[in-house]
């Protein structure tokens, strides 16, 4: 089921159009990444899906349950620029926010002690949130992204400022909201975070969308013929002759695989050379690189 629908959207701030033409569609249970160098124009679709503002022309339509139209209390919308009040306690501000966004007292205080209790910071209750570190003011406003239930959640470097081990906190609970139906948008610069975490992503530049997909068909699109060998032997001179060797250590080597050639050759070459191969494997650009690519292209 189609959760957000974009429409050609277009978005113009006195001379400069900062969404350009952009269609999406979204489906239910999926993390879907929002990426693009800084000014692409993420932040203003992002803005506009949330209900911040209207777009020029085009239409967004957000869906939850039943195809009914979601309303702002049913989207959560984590920045990345905080909106923590710094003097109040963190109690006293997640159950200002979370009734803002329709829950009663009591429905507030319980899901607030839930969500407070799988990040053990119940303790935090009382603390004003100036006497929190960066980290603990994430996991502050991860809290009060998410408190309210919604079906639709956007996140802008959900990471920023946590160490390792409280990122993966937050990512496994991003991950469980995926698997009980929420729709996610993710926009982070951290490519290797939407490898790991995203189904399909966008990438926008200079208000246009450039590239749109899946994460594994986009790797595979641009897949550049490399393949990384490792052994328990040492690689000699021989091997320029046959294949060209573009990194190389005593045990590893990549090669670089011309249009004649296949990977069926390579792997016959080095069972017949009687090479004793420990990791044969193709090496597939990362999305940082084809980031890198596209955008300088453009």
Same mark, same amino acid.
């Given at each position: 089921?189609?959760?957000?629908?974009?429409?050609?959207?277009?978005?113009?701030?006195?001379?400069?159009?900062?969404?350009?033409?952009?269609?999406?569609?979204? #489906?239910?249970?999926?993390?879907?990444?929002?990426?693009? &160098?800084?000014?692409?124009?993420?932040?203003?679709?992002?803005?506009?899906?949330?209900?911040?503002?209207? &777009?020029?022309?085009?239409?967004?339509?957000?869906?939850?349950?039943? +195809?009914? %139209?979601?309303?702002?209390?049913?989207?959560?919308?984590? &920045?990345?620029?905080?909106?923590?009040?710094?003097?109040?306690?963190?109690?006293?501000?997640?159950?200002?926010?979370?009734?803002?966004?329709?829950? $009663?007292?009591? +429905?507030?205080?319980? $899901?607030?002690?839930?969500?407070?209790?799988?990040? #053990?910071?119940?303790?935090?209750?009382?603390?004003? *949130?100036?006497?929190?570190?960066?980290?603990?003011?994430?996991?502050?406003?991860? *809290?009060?992204?998410?408190?309210?239930?919604?079906?639709?959640? *956007?996140?802008? #470097?959900?990471? $920023?400022?946590?160490?390792?081990?409280?990122?993966?906190?937050?990512?496994?609970?991003?991950?469980?909201? =995926?698997?009980?139906?929420?729709?996610?948008?993710?926009?982070?610069?951290?490519?290797?975070?939407? %490898? %790991?975490?995203?189904?399909?992503?966008?990438?926008?530049?200079?208000?246009?969308?450039?590239?749109?997909?899946?994460?594994?068909?986009?790797?595979?699109?641009?897949?550049?013929?490399?393949?990384?060998?490792?052994?328990?032997?040492?690689?000699?001179?021989?091997?320029?002759? #046959?294949?060209?060797?573009?990194?190389?250590?005593?045990?590893?080597?990549?090669?670089?695989?011309? %249009?004649?050639?296949?990977?069926?050759?390579?792997?016959?070459?080095? *069972?017949?050379?009687?090479?004793?191969? =420990?990791?044969?494997?193709?090496?597939?650009?990362?999305?940082?690189?084809?980031?890198?690519?596209?955008?300088?292209?453009?």
């Amino acid at each position: 089921m189609s959760v957000l629908k974009i429409d050609n959207v277009v978005k113009r701030f006195q001379t400069k159009t900062a969404v350009d033409g952009v269609s999406l569609e979204l #489906e239910k249970g999926q993390i879907f990444g929002l990426l693009g &160098p800084n000014g692409a124009g993420k932040t203003t679709l992002i803005r506009m899906i949330t209900k911040i503002f209207n &777009p020029d022309s085009g239409k967004i339509t957000l869906s939850g349950d039943n +195809e009914k %139209e979601l309303s702002t209390s049913m989207i959560g919308y984590m &920045p990345e620029e905080r909106g923590l009040y710094k003097k109040m306690k963190v109690g006293e501000q997640l159950m200002y926010l979370a009734q803002l966004k329709g829950l $009663s007292a009591n +429905e507030a205080k319980d $899901s607030l002690l839930y969500w407070l209790g799988r990040f #053990e910071i119940k303790d935090w209750w009382n603390k004003k *949130v100036d006497e929190l570190s960066k980290g603990m003011q994430q996991k502050v406003q991860f *809290v009060s992204t998410v408190s309210h239930n919604p079906q639709f959640l *956007v996140f802008d #470097e959900p990471f $920023s400022g946590l160490d390792p081990v409280n990122s993966q906190m937050i990512k496994n609970e991003i991950l469980n909201l =995926k698997n009980s139906g929420v729709t996610i948008i993710f926009s982070t610069h951290r490519m290797e975070q939407v %490898e %790991e975490m995203c189904d399909d992503i966008a990438l926008i530049n200079q208000g246009k969308i450039i590239l749109e997909g899946k994460v594994d068909e986009i790797k595979n699109k641009y897949r550049e013929h490399k393949f990384i060998l490792e052994s328990n032997d040492k690689f000699d001179g021989e091997w320029n002759n #046959e294949f060209s060797i573009i990194e190389k250590s005593d045990n590893k080597i990549t090669v670089q695989l011309t %249009e004649n050639q296949t990977s069926r050759q390579l792997l016959k070459y080095i *069972v017949d050379s009687g090479i004793d191969i =420990k990791l044969f494997k193709e090496s597939l650009p990362s999305l940082n690189d084809i980031f890198i690519k596209l955008v300088t292209e453009k």
